[in-house]
């Protein structure tokens, strides 16, 4: 079982999770829009952690059972979220680790590598892409811009705004709608453990019961998350080039919200930068994926500790 704290970060509460022993390196999770920590399996984290690493996940503000912000009065934007992973690093007195970020948590990953590299060990980046617009565009029914990175086809923006059309109204409604929006990012040739991703929706629901103030986030695009999104600039391709920290990026071969190109397009970019595709893979962490994925991160954890430490 993880150790739990509450810890002050950043001017607000951040509910903190930890596997592994504190005196290993640790490896920060950044889950990505809108989705509360244990959305890192227990399962993944325990394997990770058994590779000899302090896992820590967290509940992101306005997410699980951390500090749920009026965004009307107090906007923030994807770098604030960055100076909150750094405050909680701060808080568990870690000078520096190895950051891990999924989906959106891989932005927020750029971002404090890029605003305080000395910081990071390491970025590792999943199913993630450093220009959102071609996916916020999609949703929005934007027009194309000449150029851009692929989109999500047209028929999965469909599904998922058809899926997502009318709110749940009953707790297993809102669990099975969890599950029926993974099973729609997993993609059409993943794997998809059902019962897996029902226990974590019913994990999720009963997170949401043990908060006191009543409150409960929206997911995805009608997030304060997605709103902190839409208020932060884009990344640049000078910005991406002028990282320093090692990079590995880890992307699914039929991830249909970031389509493989982008994954492609910043490991062209990014100096160094190393690309582990997992077949079959889309955006969701299945239980079948776990095993690539952790073997990734092994292979580049092991490399980095072979290389002498940079200059």
Known sequence: MPQNERLQANGIELHVEMFGSRSDPVALLVMGNSAPGLVWPDRFCEELAGAGLCVVRFDARDTGLSTYI???????TLDDLAADAFALLDALAVRSAHVIGLSQGGVIGYRMALQRPERLRSLTVMMSSADLRPKNDAFAGVAPRA???????ADYVAQV????????V?????????????????????????AAWLALAHAYAAQVMLRTDGLSAKLANHSHHA??????????????????????????????????EHARWAASVIPGAQLHIVDAMGHAL??????P??????????RLDREPASA
């Open 70 to 76: 009026d965004f009307d009065t107090s906007p923030y």
């Open 147 to 153: 150029g851009e990175l692929p989109r999500p086809s």
């Open 161 to 168: 705004i058809a899926l997502n059309a009318s709110a749940p």
């Open 170 to 194: 009953t707790a297993e409604e809102r669990a099975q709608r969890f599950v029926d929006n993974f099973r729609l990012a997993a993609g059409q040739r993943s794997p998809f453990d059902e």
């Open 227 to 260: 709103l902190a999104q839409k208020r932060s600039p884009n990344l640049q391709p000078d910005e991406l080039a002028s990282l320093r920290v090692p990079v590995l990026l880890i992307h699914g071969s039929d991830d249909p919200i970031f389509p493989l």
């Open 286 to 291: 299945d239980p079948a994926f776990f095993a």
């Open 293 to 302: 994925v952790l073997g990734a991160l092994g292979s580049f954890y092991a």
